[in-house]
């Protein structure tokens, strides 16, 4: 799995452990040897903690995320010491080059946390998220974290994280990592690469060679951008027509036409081409390649 940094690739693979805790008899994963890893080793007490640490760290930089966007907009922000607390330890990271996933975060930062929250100029902040500038635009996983409930739950180290927490968790992937599934009995293999452009430019050729199904991803807030904006024009709307008029409904394409076709019919269509990129018989070890 290859694609731009952030747009769901690793999940998909805490998606398919989560499974196999959930539903061992269809799903199952495997060291690098094809050993099955036992339910109570998918994921190791240490990874717990590091989960733990990662989300901790993915609200703090929401947080502050939706304080620098409030405050461009012209607001202030509520309470003044704890906004301040909170900017001195992100903006602490950046000043001494380190990355933020290496700040550690107090237990006791939840009180400030869950008070800039509550704070009206924040919320409104948060209810139009989408509408944040891209350097501040916080990730959709975080987007569930960001309650007094979830944050006080959150820092809470006696409770233990659940699935759904571990899935919505945000931290980049660095080099091809490599994961073995079955699912019912169908063996998969995954190289799941990171995808920052540093990380792109190290795709081998090896891994091409041996690569059963290669699928880029991309994030669908960008999808859904860059296809709203080629339904203005007719030129726009005939790239979409060549790369997704086949697997649209015949409805969907008239409204392509004029310029109004929702994105949910766009989505399906990438849906129903995967399907038969999937199912394309192929002829010996010949590849199949689908834009």
Not at 166 to 183: K, L, N
Request: hydrophobic share 35%; with cysteine.
């Amino acid at each position: 799995m290859v694609g731009t940094g952030a747009a769901g690739k690793t999940t998909v693979v805490r998606q398919l452990k989560c499974l196999c805790k959930e539903r061992p008899k269809n799903y199952k994963v495997y060291d690098n040897e094809w050993n099955q890893i036992t339910i109570e080793n998918i994921f190791p007490a240490e990874e717990m903690i590091q989960f733990r640490k990662i989300i901790r760290i993915n609200i703090t930089v929401a947080i502050y995320n939706l304080i620098q966007q409030t405050i461009c907009w012209g607001h202030e922000c509520q309470p003044s010491e704890c906004v301040q607390t909170i900017v001195t330890l992100v903006e602490n990271a950046y000043i001494e080059g380190r990355s933020t996933f290496d700040m550690q975060i107090p237990s006791k930062l939840e009180d400030d946390l869950v008070q800039v929250l509550k704070d009206p100029n924040i919320t409104q902040t948060l209810e139009v998220h989408y509408k944040m500038a891209r350097k501040w635009r916080i990730e959709d996983g975080t987007l569930n974290f960001l309650s007094e409930n979830q944050i006080k739950r959150l820092f809470d180290d006696s409770v233990e994280l659940t699935t759904t927490d571990i899935v919505h968790a945000r931290y980049p992937t660095t080099d091809v990592q490599d994961f073995r599934f079955s699912v019912n009995d169908m063996n998969i293999q995954i190289h799941d690469m990171g995808g920052q452009p540093t990380e792109l430019r190290v795709l081998s050729e090896d891994a091409l060679q041996n690569c059963g199904v290669m699928i880029f991803f991309n994030k669908q807030d960008r999808f859904d951008n860059i296809v709203g904006t080629l339904q203005e024009t007719e030129e726009g709307r005939d790239e979409i027509a060549k790369y997704l008029g086949e697997t649209m409904t015949e409805g969907a394409r008239k409204k392509l036409r004029a310029g109004s076709c929702p994105e949910k019919s766009l989505h399906e269509a990438v849906h129903h081409k995967y399907d038969k990129v999937i199912n394309m018989k192929r002829k010996g070890g010949k590849g199949v390649y689908m834009r």
